[in-house]
């Protein structure tokens, strides 16, 4: 539920408070339990005013997504709850909008989040600024500017491991739009003396050690470097790796950041060539060599790491080897040269290291700077992030340290002056009475150190310029004289000192009471690192090397440019770089980001209430909430008051049309809230204690909650109404659609109704009216049927004198003369052809003509048969007598008729005369043949057939041979009594032979023709014609036949088709012979 509801205030929903300002009671344990409260609840912001305070929650938290940065962008500063997006907007849209530069200062001590915090803001800022391919690439080299100045100025120390040890400030520009067009980072004081020695439990510079991780082995070859941290004595043995920390995946990040600032490849080359060849001087030793004159001089010990670092800056080895062992002083336009002894040798070593890196370090910011310039010269609208290192105290803090806290001194010093500035100036604007409030300023402890006559700085300057010895011990004595007095100096050497007797105070030692705390500083070194002296023998070697880019790190080194002048001192140039910076802050609407450390173990989820206390009190911050509550805790604009409270008043509610200012002053009168906790401001409303907002709030939720149920009820209440209206216009609908459909049914039914009854009404009128006329007409009928009997009586009997008695058999007899003439000249015409087969006849015109058209019709029929016949010739008359004999004989009796009718009668197939073979039975038939033809005799005794051939003359009837023409048996006609055959379309016969006659010895003869109807026809006819006898012919499918002695039974049965068409024959057994027809 709570995530669905929308923000529009930081009151909303609140953990503890989102604003200190609204704290009750102020004191400092209310102060730490919100802080508390709110970061265990994973609230690691809270404000006051608009000061972020940010504790660093020590574990990734998901409140910097795209979708927190949608949702921070465009909102009011107070409206969702404390962010650092929030101020980043704030400080954008002031920017862009009302063309204000702004500078976002980061505080804190070391571990607190400072870097984090600045990398934030410049992610939100460059995610809401405007895009485009040129703009995303300014973006995207200002963010990846980070990691390389990271690795090259950050590293472990037992606070933080990631420390930035320099200090950062960049200024990000913009054009009129607001979008980014380049950036300039200004560095101050690295961190120096890191390169060659590092506190215990703490690390040398990130980049070392990433070099030796995640360079390949052919870079490393290639840089005379080998992946061994032991193997070099500048890198700390006892905490190489850093839990959490991938050296070789962030060398990979940096290398990669390097190319998209701009890098060129020999660049990034040449300066990792330059941080090999410091690594490589720390495994530089020396041993001393006695001289002649009594005197020690350093040697170096093993030449190779030397000749290394030689081959890879290109320095000749003995220009280098020299700078080692001797030192030239120039004096009076004389050069003096003297041996270095071997801790002389050290420090020249330790502080070309250190030089070498530093000067590294300057130029890489140089070379980013010329990478990420802005390329226009249009005036810029400019947001500077200022991410300097935190306050520091250590177990042995030196110069350092010394310098590292006096920025942060001066940075809390601009925070006291900017922000009481506002709050006041705010008062001012809005016409308020201002009253004056006390807090801590630390100008003070700003003068003890900066001061130009009396200031540490000054006296450090001092001792480093003064001829005549000089030491840490001196520089001591002179504090001790000139700072005595001051409260925030202690030390015990100093004259009437209050801590002669502090043993927590060594001798050596002063101690400043910072703001943030009393820390003790260590003398020893100070001098030397005021001075930063490097040996001008060291620096000309360094101008002499042939590596371009360590020659351009030292150009006092050239000879042609020897400037006797003493360069300034570490403290006085920082000093001026730190007043250039609060100068350039003091033009700038400021922004704050307050750190806070929840706990010295870099743990999540553990809160140090002593720890924090600390912070909290040395940052100011419960002055800061009085300063911001100095006579009013909380203001607000006109019109988000008014659009906040205005439910509580019904002059307001809902809408107020007149100014805000004007609506509020209602709302404050109309809830009687006492006249001395508000004020009226210009453009803000200013409320005394934050009481009375609270009872504000509370009063507005509960009305809230009254508007809810309102809204609830009334939004009931519309929706049962709609409902029911909708309810009753559907009803009203359906009634309607459903009375018309009711309505419609009874139409029809009355009508069809109606139609019915109607339908019979006119039945029954139309039945009643045709009876009527039905009677009428037969009436008429009736009455003409009289009238013409009358009249035709009338008639006849008038008119029979005139008429003779036959006239009518007359007219008669003439009408039917003169029909039949009509009708005979008709069928004249009317005549069919002359064909016998044509049975086309004129139809018959009246029917008394019936008989006489059909005896007509016949006698026309015989006539033109008769004209038909008239034609034959002779010979054809006999042919068709023979097939008017055939039919008679065959036709219907015998199924191979009908194929016989087609075919001419021809007698003689075989012709005998013609083929000398048959001479002989030529010869030997002497009478006409009237068939010659060749059957098949069938073999009484196996049914099988032999050929041959058929005569039948006048008298006989021969079989002969067919080959050789004898003739086997001749019967005279008069002994043939029969001829039997089937009823079937076969073509056997079977001749039967009278018995006794000198013929039938043999029996009777059973043959097969092609040609059995007109062999029988003929055999027929013949014998008729001889015997004058008919000859019998049987048709049956099973008849006798007389072999020899024996009868057998010829049998006529369907077969099959085997051998197509051809019936077979087959004797079955001594009285049975089967002849199978397909
Ligand atoms: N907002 C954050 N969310 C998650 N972790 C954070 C956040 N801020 C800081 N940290 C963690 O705390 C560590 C220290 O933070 P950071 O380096 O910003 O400190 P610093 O204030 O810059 O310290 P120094 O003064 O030493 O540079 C980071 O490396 C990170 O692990
Ligand atoms: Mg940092």
Redesign the pocket.
């Known amino acids: 539920m709570a995530k669905m509801e929308v923000k529009t205030s930081l009151l909303d929903n609140m953990i503890g408070v989102g604003d200190m300002v609204l704290l009750e009671p102020l004191d400092e344990d209310s102060f730490i339990n919100n802080l508390k409260k709110r970061f265990d609840h994973s609230e690691?912001y809270t404000y006051i005013g608009s000061v972020v305070i940010?504790i660093?929650?020590?574990?990734?938290?998901p409140i910097y997504t795209p979708e927190k940065v949608e949702e921070y962008r465009n909102r009011n500063f107070y409206e969702l709850s404390p962010h650092i997006f929030a101020l980043s907007d704030e400080a954008y849209r002031s920017l862009r909008d009302q063309d204000k530069d702004q500078c976002i200062l980061i505080t804190?001590?070391?571990?607190?989040?400072?870097?984090?915090?600045s990398k934030?803001v410049m992610s939100y800022v460059a995610a809401v600024c405007g895009k485009g391919a040129e703009v995303n690439q300014v973006k995207e080299q200002l963010l990846q500017s980070n990691p390389v100045l990271e690795a090259f100025g950050?590293a472990k120390?037992v606070?933080?491991?990631?420390?930035?040890r320099f200090g950062k400030y960049m200024d990000i520009e913009f054009d009129f739009k607001g979008d980014p067009l380049g950036g300039v980072i200004s560095n101050y004081l690295l961190e120096k003396s890191r390169v060659v020695k590092q506190p215990r439990g703490e690390r040398n510079f990130h980049i070392f050690y990433q070099i030796l991780s995640g360079a390949s082995e052919d870079f490393l070859c290639k840089l005379k470097l080998e992946r061994d941290f032991s193997r070099y004595n500048y890198l700390g043995l006892d905490s190489a790796k850093v839990n959490g920390v991938d050296d070789a995946a962030n060398f990979r990040t940096v290398r990669n950041a390097m190319q998209i600032v701009g890098f060129m490849d020999h660049e990034t080359q040449s300066v990792f060539e330059v941080v090999a060849a410091v690594l490589k001087l720390g495994n530089i030793e020396f041993k001393p060599e006695s001289r002649v004159n009594g005197l020690d001089e350093s040697k170096i010990k093993d030449k190779n790491e030397l000749k290394e670092i030689c081959e890879l800056t290109g320095i000749d080895q003995s220009v280098l080897e020299r700078a080692f062992s001797f030192r030239t002083v120039e004096a009076k336009q004389e050069k003096v040269s003297t041996t270095l002894n071997v801790a002389q040798a050290y420090y020249a070593r330790d502080a070309l290291a250190k030089n070498l890196y530093s000067r590294l370090f300057s130029w890489l910011v140089t070379r980013i700077n010329e990478s990420i310039k802005a390329q226009t010269k249009v005036r810029k609208k400019v947001m500077g992030v200022l991410?300097i290192?935190?306050f520091?105290i250590f177990e042995d803090n030196s110069f350092e340290q010394f310098i590292i806290n006096y920025c942060n001194e001066k940075l809390q010093q601009i925070f006291i002056e900017l922000t009481l500035k506002e709050e006041q100036e705010e008062y001012i604007r809005e016409g308020i009475e201002w009253t004056h409030i006390e807090y801590f300023n630390n100008a003070i402890i700003c003068d003890l150190i900066e001061n130009n006559q009396t200031g540490i700085l000054a006296m450090l300057d001092e001792e480093c310029l003064r001829p005549g010895t000089v030491t840490d011990d001196t520089f001591l004595e002179k504090l001790n004289q000139v700072c005595a007095t001051h409260q925030h100096f202690e030390s015990r050497m100093s004259k009437c000192s209050r801590f002669l007797n502090d043993t927590s105070l060594p001798h050596s030692c002063f101690r400043i009471q910072h703001y943030a705390g009393k820390v003790m500083y260590q003398v020893e070194g100070f001098v030397d690192k005021n001075n930063d002296l490097l040996y001008r023998d060291l620096s000309q070697a360094m101008w002499k090397a042939s590596h371009s880019l360590i020659k351009a790190l030292f150009p006092e080194g050239n000879p042609a440019k020897i400037n006797l002048k003493r360069p300034p001192t570490a403290g006085s140039q920082f000093k001026a770089s730190v007043a250039t910076l609060m100068k350039n802050l003091q033009t700038k609407n400021p922004n704050y980001i307050r750190?806070i450390k929840p706990n010295d173990k870099?743990a999540a989820h553990i809160f140090n209430d002593a720890l924090v206390c600390h912070q909290v009190r040395y940052l100011g911050l419960l002055e800061n909430v009085r300063v911001r509550r100095a006579g009013y805790a909380f203001r607000q604009a006109y019109e988000p008051c008014l659009e906040r409270y205005k439910m509580l008043c019904k002059q307001t509610w809902p809408h107020w049309r007149g100014p805000a200012r004007a609506g509020v002053e209602v709302l404050f009168n109309e809830l009687e809230i006492p006249e001395e906790e508000f004020s009226f401001g210009r453009s803000k409303i200013f409320i005394r204690n934050p009481r009375t907002l609270f009872k504000l709030e509370d009063l507005r939720k509960q009305r809230l909650e009254d508007l809810a149920t309102l809204i609830e009820k009334i939004y009931r209440g519309w929706k049962c109404r709609t409902r029911f209206l909708l309810m009753k216009k559907s009803q009203i609908v359906i009634a309607s659609w459903y009375r018309r459909y009711a309505q419609q049914k009874k139409y029809q039914k009355i009508k069809s109704s109606a139609i019915i009854v109607q339908s019979y009404i006119r039945g029954w009128k139309a039945r009643k009216l045709l009876r009527e006329l039905k009677h009428q007409k037969r009436c008429n009928e009736a009455a003409t049927i009289i009238a013409a009997y009358w009249h035709g009586t009338q008639v006849r009997r008038e008119y029979r004198k005139f008429f003779r008695a036959n006239a009518g058999r007359k007219i008669y007899e003439f009408t039917l003369q003169r029909l039949m003439q009509k009708y005979f000249l008709e069928m004249k015409n009317k005549m069919p052809s002359l064909s016998p087969i044509d049975k086309n006849w004129p139809a018959r015109p009246y029917l008394f003509l019936d008989s006489t058209h059909k005896e007509l019709k016949r006698i026309f029929h015989l006539w033109r048969c008769k004209k038909y016949r008239d034609q034959f010739t002779d010979q054809q008359k006999l042919i068709y007598e023979e097939k008017l004999e055939a039919s008679e004989l065959f036709k219907d009796k015998k199924a191979l008729y009908p194929a016989s009718v087609g075919q001419p009668f021809q007698g003689a197939y075989l012709e005998i005369s013609k083929n000398p073979k048959y001479k002989k039975l030529k010869d030997a038939v002497d009478e006409k043949i009237i068939i010659a033809e060749v059957v098949n005799k069938i073999n009484r005794a196996n049914g099988k057939a032999t050929s041959r051939i058929f005569l039948l003359t006048k008298n006989n009837v021969l079989l002969a041979d067919q080959k050789s023409g004898n003739i086997k048996s001749e019967v005279p006609l008069g002994d043939v009594t029969k001829v039997s055959m089937s009823s079937q379309n076969d073509g056997f016969f079977a001749v039967h032979l009278k018995e006794g006659s000198g013929a039938a010895g043999k029996g009777d003869f059973l043959l097969s023709s092609d040609h059995l109807i007109e062999m029988a026809t003929k055999l027929y006819r013949t014998t008729l014609s001889q015997t004058k006898q008919k000859l019998n012919i049987e048709i049956s499918d099973e008849f006798l036949v007389q072999f020899r002695q024996d009868k057998v039974c010829v049998k006529f049965i369907q077969g099959s088709q085997k051998n197509g068409n051809i019936p077979t024959c087959k004797r079955k057994n001594n009285r049975l012979l089967e002849v199978a027809v397909p």
């Open positions: 690691v940010s660093n929650p020590y574990r990734s938290l804190g001590e070391s571990g607190a989040g400072k870097t984090e915090a934030l950050n120390t606070r933080n491991d990631n420390s930035s991410d290192y935190g520091e750190c870099k």
